[in-house]
């Protein structure tokens, strides 16, 4: 039986789809609440084809709880956030995961870490913790590191088709889980050494954060000499070695804003490149902020509390809002003490911040200046109710004469 630890967005879709694929699966979590959503057959978020999985998962048998089992293998799948001031990955609750498997887990277990997590890590809090709890690693317990890979929004297609990267000690131990996961990935699985896989996650999203990076420092240029940044950035594309990210107003999500700063804070006299990515894409929300009081000087408009925000989640058509742009744009007009802006995203039930709206009809209706901060299909759908606004558009996606760019 293999027990996961942590049910939030990669440890939920991991368990079901192993338990879907004939595993016997128990997932544990310490939010009771959240254990009661799912033994009721609801998912905690939306993604596409999740609720379908879960529904297959409890028909073929998964159980969940807030204890920890006693089994042979573990997978853990809990937050590995940074240290805002060190930039240091935070392995608080990884180590305290691993010391609560220590407690219960038999001679000869396997520990799979999931979490991201930077190079060394488990090297220096993970083993630690496990010989501390008088465990011989490599003998009374053998350690993996897998770190997961899949796209919010394609989660489920991707945990089938991505391939997969698994870290460990001994390689009968990484044959073993790789065979774990084929029950349901059809990628290739590579089975390396533990450091190795904790670097290449954390490389696979540094290189996607610093290309960003870059569509976004293209875009400030652009901006400061009245360029087209998407014709640009087409027509460079069109080179057979060339292609270019797009440039937006910010990065989110727990990942690509996250995972890089780690190596800032590793490697801080080395990652120089990274910094400066991390820091631009950073920068992207207090340059929207910058683009609204130009177009509201050019336009004539006085009123902030007559701008609205379309989209707060990270990205389009998820109900993700961690280190949304949106919410970091507002943090800083707060800080500026401009706050009115009116918010409204579809993905977005529940009241998150002041001035949200829960009708795009009644958003439209307050505002003058549309910000759209998020490419929701839902706006996509609906471009012709934008006519009469002033559209500020951070994706390129509103073709109406007149729209502003970043
Ligand atoms: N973004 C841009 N311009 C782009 C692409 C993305 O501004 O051209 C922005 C998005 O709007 C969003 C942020 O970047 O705010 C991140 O979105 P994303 O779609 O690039 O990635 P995530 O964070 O949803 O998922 C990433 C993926 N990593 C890579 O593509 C290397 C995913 O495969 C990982 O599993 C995930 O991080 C993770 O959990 O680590």
Same mark, same amino acid.
Request: hydrophobic content about 40%; charged content about 25%; overall charge negative.
């Given at each position: 039986?293999? /027990?996961?630890i942590? #049910?939030?967005?990669?440890?939920?879709?991991?368990?079901?789809?192993?338990?879907a694929?004939?595993?016997?699966?128990?997932?544990?979590?310490?939010?009771?609440?959240?254990?009661?959503?799912?033994k009721?057959?609801?998912?905690?978020? *939306?993604?596409?084809? #999740?609720?379908?999985?879960? *529904?297959?998962?409890?028909?073929?048998?998964?159980?969940?709880t807030?204890?920890?089992?006693?089994?042979?293998t573990?997978?853990?799948?809990?937050?590995? %956030?940074?240290?805002k001031?060190?930039?240091? !990955?935070?392995?608080?609750?990884?180590v305290?995961?691993?010391?609560?498997?220590?407690?219960?887990?038999?001679?000869?277990?396997?520990?799979?870490?999931?979490?991201?997590?930077?190079?060394?890590?488990?090297?220096?809090?993970?083993?630690?913790?496990?010989?501390?709890?008088?465990?011989?690693?490599?003998?009374?317990?053998?350690?993996?590191?897998?770190?997961?890979?899949?796209?919010?929004? /394609?989660?489920?297609y991707?945990l089938?088709?991505?391939?997969?990267?698994?870290?460990?000690? &001994?390689?009968?131990?990484?044959?073993?889980i790789?065979s774990?996961y084929?029950?349901?990935?059809?990628?290739?699985? +590579?089975?390396?050494?533990?450091?190795?896989? &904790?670097?290449?996650?954390?490389?696979?999203?540094?290189?996607?954060?610093?290309?960003?990076a870059?569509?976004? &420092?293209?875009?400030?240029?652009?901006?400061?000499?009245?360029?087209d940044?998407?014709?640009?950035?087409?027509?460079?594309?069109?080179?057979p070695?060339?292609?270019?990210? *797009?440039?937006? %107003?910010?990065?989110?999500?727990?990942?690509?804003?996250?995972?890089?700063?780690?190596?800032?804070?590793?490697y %801080?006299?080395?990652?120089?490149v990274?910094d400066?990515?991390?820091?631009?894409?950073?920068?992207?929300?207090?340059?929207v902020?910058?683009?609204?009081?130009e177009?509201?000087?050019?336009?004539? #408009?006085?009123?902030?509390?007559?701008?609205? #925000?379309?989209?707060?989640?990270y990205?389009? $058509? !998820?109900? $993700?809002?961690?280190?949304?742009?949106?919410?970091?744009?507002?943090e800083?007009?707060e800080?500026?003490?401009?706050a009115g802006?009116?918010?409204?995203d %579809?993905?977005?039930?529940?009241?998150?911040?002041?001035? *949200?709206?829960?009708?795009?009809?009644?958003?439209?209706?307050?505002?003058d200046?549309? !910000?759209?901060? +998020?490419?929701?299909?839902?706006?996509?759908n /609906?471009?012709?109710?934008?006519?009469?606004k !002033?559209?500020?558009?951070?994706? /390129?996606?509103?073709?109406?004469?007149?729209?502003?760019?970043?």
């Amino acid at each position: 039986m293999v /027990n996961v630890i942590g #049910l939030g967005y990669i440890g939920l879709p991991t368990a079901l789809m192993l338990a879907a694929h004939g595993v016997a699966v128990t997932g544990t979590d310490c939010r009771k609440e959240l254990v009661d959503t799912l033994k009721a057959g609801k998912a905690a978020f *939306q993604e596409n084809g #999740l609720d379908e999985l879960l *529904q297959n998962a409890l028909s073929a048998g998964i159980r969940f709880t807030t204890e920890y089992q006693a089994t042979d293998t573990y997978i853990i799948s809990v937050p590995t %956030p940074y240290d805002k001031f060190s930039k240091k !990955v935070d392995a608080g609750c990884v180590v305290a995961a691993v010391g609560d498997v220590a407690k219960i887990c038999p001679k000869g277990a396997t520990v799979v870490i999931e979490s991201t997590v930077s190079p060394g890590t488990i090297e220096k809090f993970v083993r630690p913790a496990l010989e501390e709890s008088g465990f011989v690693i490599g003998e009374d317990i053998h350690l993996v590191h897998a770190p997961e890979r899949i796209i919010p929004g /394609n989660m489920i297609y991707e945990l089938i088709h991505n391939n997969r990267t698994i870290g460990a000690d &001994e390689p009968e131990t990484g044959e073993r889980i790789k065979s774990l996961y084929a029950s349901f990935c059809r990628g290739e699985i +590579v089975v390396t050494d533990i450091k190795t896989a &904790e670097m290449t996650k954390v490389v696979e999203n540094t290189f996607r954060a610093v290309n960003i990076a870059f569509a976004n &420092e293209l875009a400030k240029i652009c901006r400061h000499d009245n360029m087209d940044v998407y014709e640009i950035i087409r027509i460079c594309n069109m080179h057979p070695r060339v292609n270019i990210l *797009q440039p937006g %107003p910010g990065v989110g999500g727990h990942c690509i804003s996250v995972d890089p700063w780690f190596l800032v804070g590793d490697y %801080p006299s080395l990652a120089k490149v990274i910094d400066e990515s991390m820091k631009t894409n950073d920068s992207m929300p207090d340059f929207v902020l910058n683009r609204v009081y130009e177009i509201m000087r050019e336009r004539g #408009l006085t009123d902030l509390s007559r701008v609205g #925000l379309y989209g707060l989640t990270y990205k389009e $058509d !998820v109900d $993700d809002m961690r280190e949304s742009p949106t919410l970091q744009l507002l943090e800083s007009q707060e800080r500026h003490l401009a706050a009115g802006l009116k918010v409204y995203d %579809p993905m977005v039930k529940k009241d998150v911040v002041r001035n *949200q709206y829960h009708s795009l009809d009644k958003f439209l209706a307050a505002v003058d200046l549309v !910000v759209i901060m +998020v490419k929701h299909t839902e706006i996509r759908n /609906n471009m012709d109710k934008l006519a009469d606004k !002033v559209v500020l558009d951070c994706h /390129n996606i509103c073709h109406l004469p007149g729209v502003y760019h970043i």
